[in-house]
C-alpha cells in the first residue's frame, strides 16, 4: 500500500504544523490529559522525529518517536520510543494511523540499519483497547511493564516491538 493509494502524503513535520498537531492532539487525546502544548513543542526537539500525514493540504495525523542517535553511534543499538501518534477524527478509518506506523517503522530501520540490537515501544491507556488492538496489528505486544499513569489516571502500559525482523 502506498500513501498515493489512500489519497495523502507522509512528509517530516514543519513549525507550520504546531497548530494541526495541537488541534489533533486535542481532539484525540484530552480523555487522557491536556496535551494540545506538549506534543506541538516536540516539532522543536533535535531529538525527535515528527512525521506528518497530509490529505490535499489537510493535517490528517502525526507520529512522533524520539531516538539518542548518540547511544546508536557508542553502543550500536536503537532503543526508539513512540511519544505519540494521532489521526484527527475526520480521517479515522481511512488507513491514515497504519500507513503512517509503517512508514515510521520503515525509517527507524534504515536509521538502524548495521545495529545489533534495534527496538521501539510506546505507551497506551489500559483503557484504549482500540489502539491496543491496532498497535499488535503493527506487531507490538504488551511487554508486563506500566510506566505510571495519564494525567486523568489511567494505567500507562508499554507495548514494544523489534525492528529486526520482518
Same mark, same amino acid.
Given at each position: 500500500m502506498?500513501f =498515493?493509494?489512500i489519497?495523502g502524503?507522509?512528509?517530516?513535520?514543519?513549525i507550520?504544523?504546531y497548530? =494541526?498537531?495541537?488541534e489533533i =492532539?486535542g481532539?484525540?487525546?484530552?480523555i487522557?490529559g491536556?496535551? #494540545?502544548g506538549? &506534543?506541538?513543542n516536540?516539532?522543536l526537539? %533535535?531529538?525527535?522525529d515528527?512525521?506528518v500525514?497530509?490529505?490535499?493540504g +489537510?493535517?490528517?495525523?502525526f507520529?512522533q518517536v524520539?531516538?539518542? /542517535?548518540?547511544?546508536?553511534k557508542?553502543t550500536? %543499538?536503537?532503543?526508539? +520510543?513512540?511519544?505519540s501518534? !494521532?489521526?484527527a477524527p /475526520?480521517?479515522?478509518g481511512?488507513r491514515?494511523g497504519s500507513?503512517?506506523f509503517?512508514?515510521?517503522l520503515?525509517? &527507524?530501520k534504515k536509521?538502524?540499519a548495521g545495529?545489533d540490537? !534495534?527496538?521501539v515501544?510506546l #505507551?497506551?491507556?489500559? #483503557?484504549? #483497547?482500540?489502539?491496543m488492538?491496532?498497535?499488535?496489528r503493527?506487531?507490538? %505486544? &504488551? +511487554?508486563g511493564?506500566?510506566l505510571g /499513569?495519564?494525567s %486523568?489516571?489511567?494505567?500507562?502500559l508499554?507495548?514494544s516491538?523489534t525492528l &529486526?525482523e +520482518?
Amino acid at each position: 500500500m502506498s500513501f =498515493s493509494d489512500i489519497g495523502g502524503k507522509i512528509r517530516p513535520g514543519v513549525i507550520y504544523d504546531y497548530f =494541526s498537531i495541537s488541534e489533533i =492532539s486535542g481532539e484525540v487525546f484530552s480523555i487522557y490529559g491536556d496535551y #494540545t502544548g506538549v &506534543l506541538p513543542n516536540y516539532l522543536l526537539a %533535535e531529538d525527535v522525529d515528527t512525521l506528518v500525514y497530509e490529505v490535499e493540504g +489537510d493535517v490528517a495525523g502525526f507520529i512522533q518517536v524520539y531516538f539518542d /542517535r548518540e547511544e546508536l553511534k557508542e553502543t550500536g %543499538e536503537l532503543h526508539a +520510543d513512540i511519544l505519540s501518534a !494521532a489521526v484527527a477524527p /475526520r480521517h479515522q478509518g481511512q488507513r491514515v494511523g497504519s500507513a503512517m506506523f509503517k512508514h515510521m517503522l520503515q525509517h &527507524l530501520k534504515k536509521k538502524s540499519a548495521g545495529a545489533d540490537r !534495534a527496538d521501539v515501544q510506546l #505507551t497506551v491507556a489500559h #483503557t484504549n #483497547t482500540r489502539a491496543m488492538a491496532f498497535f499488535r496489528r503493527m506487531g507490538f %505486544e &504488551l +511487554d508486563g511493564r506500566e510506566l505510571g /499513569r495519564y494525567s %486523568e489516571g489511567q494505567r500507562a502500559l508499554v507495548m514494544s516491538r523489534t525492528l &529486526l525482523e +520482518d
